[in-house]
């Protein structure tokens, strides 16, 4: 139902997901973390695993403001700094609760880490506002200050400010653990691990596989359900073969192959194209065929009509 409500909201495009019981399990997850007070969450799993497609469901079941960053080509530490500001205004001076998730892909450069890490370990980034715009941000918590009985001077306002701002911004990191990076990055920035609760996305099991592989082939029709549930095994074996001899590959001759479910995803939806480009071929010859056999007994009609 919250998977309908959610392309059914302005704004969101609607996520064609199968929630099989492995993603229903990392929404309940994710959902759990953001529901707790300084909850952040580190997503490790390979690119086309669904991270970030559940990560935004769970927040969306959470009722948070989903926040992404929009890498443009000329997207750099500025214009980062400018969206973690309006992010800290949302929070802090809005009082709203706001997810902020942030991929792999949208790391320009290591600094964009490194601020995460601070939001992560203290919830200040150094420098963030300007003097002439700390005044703005100030005032604008004031009177929730007052109610709560905190004193009115600068550093008890930000104190206050950025407490708010800890409380309200929930971080979902998601990272892949493939190569070196990933490592040096734990090591430069220890908040990553220590401040996050970590959610592991391994490899889909069978039965996701298969619920997949059915889902996608919902509108195929390919004679009688037995055929279509074989196809859809098939599907499953070949995937999960294909797993099995990259790790041997890697035993063998210390060479990576990395089979994710978008691989998969890629192969099933192929298969249906093959299919319609088969049947138009097939059908394009019966067509020529028939016309043949048609013209063959129109002559032969003819044939007898002259006979006479």
């Keep these: 139902e919250k998977l309908e409500d959610y392309a059914l909201e302005p704004g969101k495009s609607a996520m064609d997901l199968v ?12 959902h759990r973390i953001l529901m707790q007070p300084r909850g952040n969450a580190l997503l490790v799993g ?5 991270r970030k497609s559940l990560a935004k469901l769970a927040s969306y079941v959470a009722e948070l403001k989903c926040f992404q960053i929009e890498i443009s080509k000329n997207y750099r530490l500025f214009e980062f700094r400018e969206d973690v500001k309006n992010l800290y205004r949302l929070a802090g001076c809005s009082n709203k609760p706001t997810v902020f998730l942030f991929d792999e892909t949208q790391i320009v450069s290591e600094v964009f880490l490194e601020d995460i890490n601070n ?3 203290s919830g200040e980034v150094p420098n963030l506002f300007p003097k002439d715009e700390i005044t703005g941000v100030l005032d604008a ?4 200050a007052k109610k709560v009985g905190m004193g009115d001077t600068q550093d ?3 104190a206050f400010f950025q407490e ?3 409380n309200k911004l929930h971080i979902i990191l998601c990272l892949s653990p493939v190569g070196e990076s990933f490592r040096e990055r734990v090591r430069m920035f220890p908040g990553l691990v220590n401040c996050t609760t970590i959610d592991w996305f391994t490899e889909w099991p069978e039965d996701a596989l298969y619920e997949v592989a059915t889902k996608q082939l919902e509108e195929e029709n390919l004679g009688s359900d037995e055929v279509k549930e074989a196809i859809c095994q098939v599907f499953v074996t070949v995937h999960s073969s ?8 890697l035993q063998q001759l210390k060479r990576h192959n990395y089979v994710t479910p978008t691989n998969y995803l890629e192969f099933v939806s192929g298969y249906s194209t093959l299919l319609k480009e088969k049947r138009m071929e097939i059908g394009d010859k019966a067509n020529k065929l028939k016309g043949g056999l048609q013209k063959l007994d129109e002559t032969a009609v003819q044939v007898t009509e002259m006979q006479v």
């Design 19 to 30: 929630l099989f019981r492995d993603a229903l399990f990392h929404v309940c997850k994710i």
């Design 156 to 158: 008890q306002l930000y």
């Design 141 to 144: 918590v004031r009177p929730d």
């Design 46 to 50: 390979v690119g086309g695993s669904g």
């Design 242 to 249: 294909t797993s099995t001899t990259s790790t041997q590959m």
């Design 119 to 121: 939001i992560l370990t």
């Design 164 to 166: 708010r701002v800890r």
